[in-house]
């Protein structure tokens, strides 16, 4: 009678232990099938070696989200990445996530997913600066998200203008104030000179005065090159060249009084006075510079904005763990703010600006980072203009590589950007042409259009 007891009792022992490793193991099954994986190509990531803070961000991430991993793609040439892309579309391998050199590319390719029902409703999302967030729409649909936001615009070099006794320009700075800083900062034979590109001007110049135009006077509608605004922004490049107030525009022999061989060394040893740089250059510039500057954008006051996008792939499978991840390397408040973080604790200067208008994320990064222009700049984003490099279809071929059928020196067939630098030269006269150069810079940005549909 004991044994049977005996018995009944350790049967029961295993059947309960058997109900519990069953649940034990049902649990590790379904934790198992609700785990992912998903692929992320960057040109920002780095070596496993070097562990830079791509990759930190993404082992955060995965602590986070412990039922994500993050496979990182290094089978993708950085310098020729849309190539690589193709190839990896041919192979049916795209990444779930990857940088996008532009955005057009990749809609005309097919390559990317719309995510605008993924970000509609999203509280960070919402908090990207509104000129952002419309550059990379296509209509209703929204085909890139932004990875990375820089400042375009004039860094000054407070202490030169003071040993000079002038007042160095500031972040609003007006055309002619602008213009004086350029022209009494420049003493050559001292090796001082006022701005480094003045080829640069031809872009800003329409948006910073008009605010019905923008970065090479693009609107949607097109371009206005033979708008009155943009050869006068050409004619301000063409005095500041000629009259040798740009380090780019000097003799050799000129060059030789400046300690430097190129602009940025001449930068970097204190003989510019205005240097057109992006806020991408401002962690070399705090290791670097042992001179007071400040970031002053450009005349006028308005905040040129120049991002780049990442695309999630139309072929994922996971489109909403995609869209989680992209979000916490790049505009989410929680991702920035854990970047900051890291950053800090390694005592380096961050690469780029926040991309969101959140106040906590603000007061984060401007404890870090203290250059008041940048401030300024965040306070004009309402009235921002975008770089149109990486959204704008056409646009390189509108602003630099159309042929224009002109001769011009040793080019037989001068292109859009060799005939504007021949006009700033002096060797050209612009009204001769830009007529004609505006109807082929909206043909190429027509053609683009067509090409994604649009």
């Not at 719309?114 to 509280?123: C, I, N, Q, S």
């Not at 943009?230 to 003799?251: D, P, R, V, W």
Request: aromatic letters at 10%.
């Amino acid at each position: 009678m004991k044994r049977l007891k005996f018995l009944a009792s350790l049967l029961t022992i295993v059947m309960l232990l058997g109900c519990n490793a069953s649940k034990e193991g049902g649990k590790a099954n379904e934790d198992n099938a609700n785990k992912v994986t998903i692929s992320y190509a960057s040109w920002g990531v780095g070596t496993e070696k070097e562990q830079n803070i791509q990759r930190k961000m993404i082992k955060e991430f995965e602590k986070k989200y412990p039922n994500i991993k993050v496979k990182i793609v290094e089978s993708i040439p950085n310098d020729k990445w849309n190539d690589g892309l193709a190839a990896a579309a041919s192979a049916k391998a795209m990444p779930d996530v990857f940088n996008l050199s532009d955005i057009p590319t990749a809609v005309a390719n097919d390559w990317v997913l719309d995510v605008a029902d993924l970000a509609k409703d999203d509280e960070d999302y919402a908090k990207v600066p509104e000129v952002v967030r419309d550059a990379a729409a296509y209509g209703d649909a929204i085909y890139a998200l932004p990875a990375g936001q820089q400042f375009l615009g004039y860094f000054v070099n407070k202490d030169l203008f003071n040993e000079a006794n002038l007042d160095a320009p500031e972040h609003g700075v007006s055309i002619n104030q602008f213009v004086d800083s350029v022209k009494n900062m420049t003493n050559i034979s001292k090796g001082q000179i006022g701005t480094n590109n003045p080829l640069a001007i031809l872009d800003w110049y329409p948006a910073a005065v008009s605010d019905s135009l923008g970065w090479y006077t693009y609107t949607e509608e097109g371009y206005h090159l033979d708008s009155k605004e943009f050869i006068s922004g050409l004619n301000l490049a063409k005095s500041i060249t000629t009259n040798n107030h740009a380090y780019e525009s000097l003799t050799d022999e000129q060059k030789g009084n400046f300690n430097g061989s190129h602009p940025g060394e001449v930068w970097a040893s204190g003989g510019l006075g205005l240097v057109w740089d992006g806020t991408w250059a401002i962690p070399a510039y705090a290791e670097n510079l042992d001179f007071d500057y400040d970031f002053i954008g450009i005349p006028g006051g308005r905040t040129v904005v120049a991002n780049d996008y990442i695309g999630i792939s139309k072929t994922t499978k996971h489109a909403k763990e995609a869209f989680l991840f992209t979000k916490w390397m790049t505009f989410g408040k929680e991702g920035y703010l854990k970047q900051i973080d890291l950053v800090a604790k390694e005592g380096k200067a961050l690469n780029g600006v926040p991309l969101t208008t959140d106040k906590e994320v603000l007061d984060a990064y401007f404890e870090i980072q203290d250059l008041p222009g940048i401030r300024k700049a965040y306070e004009n984003l309402d009235n921002a203009i975008i770089e149109p490099v990486k959204p704008v279809p056409g646009y390189v071929q509108s602003r630099w590589e159309a042929p224009t059928g002109v001769k011009i020196k040793d080019h037989p067939n001068a292109n859009m950007h060799q005939l504007l630098e021949a006009s700033v030269k002096g060797e050209i006269k612009i009204e001769d042409y830009i007529s004609e150069m505006n109807k082929l810079a909206n043909q190429k940005y027509k053609e683009a259009n067509e090409a994604i549909g649009k």
